[in-house]
C-alpha cells in the first residue's frame, strides 16, 4: 500500500477517526493499523438505537490518567468498548469498562474477564492485555485494540456473506483458539461471530483473536480431571449459536463450543442460521436438534452450507465428555479453505470479491 492508497483509505473513514490514527500511518514500516478493517466509532445515533443511555466514559475523557477516550466501539449486555490513545505510548488501544455496581450488586463478570485474560497471556488467539483493575466506579481491561468484529464484517459484505476460504479459516484459528482455552481446563461458553476479531496491524491482520472471557466456566480441576456436571447447569450463552446441550441445560463442556464454531460458521458462509427468524427457543431447540440427525439433515446443508457437512457430521459423532479431536476438526477446516493459506489474503482484503463472483454463477 502507497501513501496515496492510505490517503485515499483515510479520506473514506470517518475524519475523527482517521485523526486519532494518522499519527501512526507511516508507509515506511509494516505497523500501521488496518485502516479498512478497523471497528467503526458508533454515531450518536446508533448508540441511541442500541438503547444504551449512558456512555460510561464520554470522548475526551483522560481514563486513569493514561489513557484519552476517543469514541465507543463496541458494546455488550455487560460492558462498553472504547477506542483510546495511551497518551504515554502515542499508540492505540481498547478501553473495557464495566460499572462496578449493577442493580444494587458488585459485578464480578470482569473481575473474572481480567483473570483468565491474564493467565491466558502469550496464547496466539487472545488479545494482548496492558492494564486492568478497578476504580471507584468500573472495572476495566485496557487491551491490543483489533478489527471490526466477524459479524459485522459480513453484514458489510455486499453478499451478506463471507467465502468458504474465508470463513474455512475462521473455523481452523477459532478451534486452535478453543484447544488452548479448553487444555487451561476452561470452556468459553459464548462462542459467536461477534467475538471472533482479526488483529488490525499489518503483521496480525490475519491472526483471530477470541473475546469476551466473561463467560468462562472451569470444567476440569487443576490436575485435569472433569469434574463432575451439575444436574441442571442452567442457560448460558447466546441463543442463536448455543448447542442443543446448553438449551437442555446440561453441564457445558468443549463439544459445546465447537457447536457454537459450527452455528457461526454456517451464519458466516451461508448469511444466517435456518433458525434466524425463530422467536421461539423451544423451537430454535427443535431446528437444531434437526439438523444433527444426519440422515435427515440434507435441505440444511445444500449450497453454501454444503462445505460445513463434515465439520458437522465430525462433530455430532463426537462424545461431549471426551476430550475432542482438535487436529483432526483443523484438518477439515482447511479442506474448506484451500487452496487459500492461512496468511494469504481474506475477503475483506479483496474487496469480498470471491462471494461477489460466486453471486454472479
Ligand atoms: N479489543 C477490542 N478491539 C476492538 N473491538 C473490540 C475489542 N473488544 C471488544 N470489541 C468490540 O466490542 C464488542 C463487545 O465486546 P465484548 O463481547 O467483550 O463485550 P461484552 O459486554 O462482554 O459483550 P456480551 O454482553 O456479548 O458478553 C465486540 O463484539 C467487538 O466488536
Not at 461471530?193 to 480441576?221: E, M, S, V, W
Request: proline content about 4%; hydrophobic content about 35%.
Amino acid at each position: 500500500m502507497d501513501t496515496q492508497e492510505v490517503s485515499a483509505i483515510q479520506r473514506r473513514r470517518s475524519s475523527k477517526a482517521s485523526r486519532i490514527l494518522s499519527f501512526q500511518i507511516n508507509t515506511s514500516n509494516s505497523q500501521f493499523p488496518n485502516l479498512e478493517i478497523l471497528p467503526k466509532m458508533s454515531t450518536k445515533k446508533e448508540i441511541a438505537e442500541k438503547r444504551i443511555k449512558q456512555l460510561h466514559l464520554t470522548p475526551g475523557t483522560i481514563f486513569m490518567n493514561r489513557w484519552s477516550i476517543e469514541g465507543m466501539i463496541g458494546s455488550g449486555g455487560y460492558g462498553q468498548i472504547f477506542l483510546a490513545m495511551d497518551t504515554k505510548k502515542n499508540e492505540v488501544r481498547a478501553v473495557k469498562i464495566e460499572p462496578k455496581m449493577r442493580m444494587e450488586m458488585i459485578t464480578k463478570r470482569m473481575i473474572m474477564e481480567m483473570d483468565v485474560m491474564l493467565k491466558m497471556q502469550g496464547k496466539q488467539h487472545v488479545p494482548l492485555v496492558y492494564s486492568s483493575g478497578y476504580n471507584n466506579e468500573f472495572n476495566f481491561i485496557v487491551m491490543q485494540l483489533l478489527s471490526e468484529n466477524t459479524g459485522d464484517i459480513r453484514k458489510r459484505s455486499p453478499a451478506g456473506r463471507l467465502s468458504k476460504e474465508t470463513v474455512g479459516r475462521i473455523v481452523y484459528q477459532t478451534v486452535n483458539a478453543l484447544k488452548d482455552i479448553h487444555e487451561m481446563g476452561y470452556v468459553h461458553r459464548d462462542v459467536k461471530p461477534a467475538n471472533i476479531c482479526f488483529g488490525c496491524h499489518q503483521q496480525n491482520r490475519h491472526i483471530l483473536y477470541l473475546l469476551d472471557f466473561g463467560l468462562l466456566r472451569r470444567f476440569k480441576t487443576d490436575a485435569g480431571i472433569r469434574k463432575p456436571s451439575r444436574p441442571n447447569a442452567g442457560f448460558k450463552g447466546t441463543e442463536r449459536y448455543v448447542s442443543v446441550r446448553v438449551h437442555e441445560k446440561l453441564e457445558q463442556t468443549p463439544w459445546d463450543d465447537l457447536f457454537s464454531v459450527m452455528y457461526s460458521a454456517y451464519e458466516l458462509v451461508v448469511g444466517e442460521v435456518p433458525w434466524r427468524h425463530l422467536e421461539d427457543v423451544e423451537e430454535i431447540h427443535a431446528v437444531k436438534k434437526l439438523m444433527n440427525e444426519l440422515n435427515n439433515n440434507g435441505e440444511m446443508f445444500k449450497d453454501s452450507a454444503s462445505v460445513l457437512i463434515d465439520f458437522h457430521k465430525m462433530l455430532v459423532e463426537l462424545d461431549p465428555n471426551v476430550d475432542p479431536p482438535y487436529e483432526k476438526l483443523m484438518n477439515c477446516a482447511k479442506v474448506m479453505y484451500q487452496p487459500k493459506e492461512l496468511n494469504d489474503l481474506y475477503d475483506w482484503d479483496e474487496g469480498f470479491k470471491l462471494t461477489l463472483s460466486d453471486e454472479k454463477d
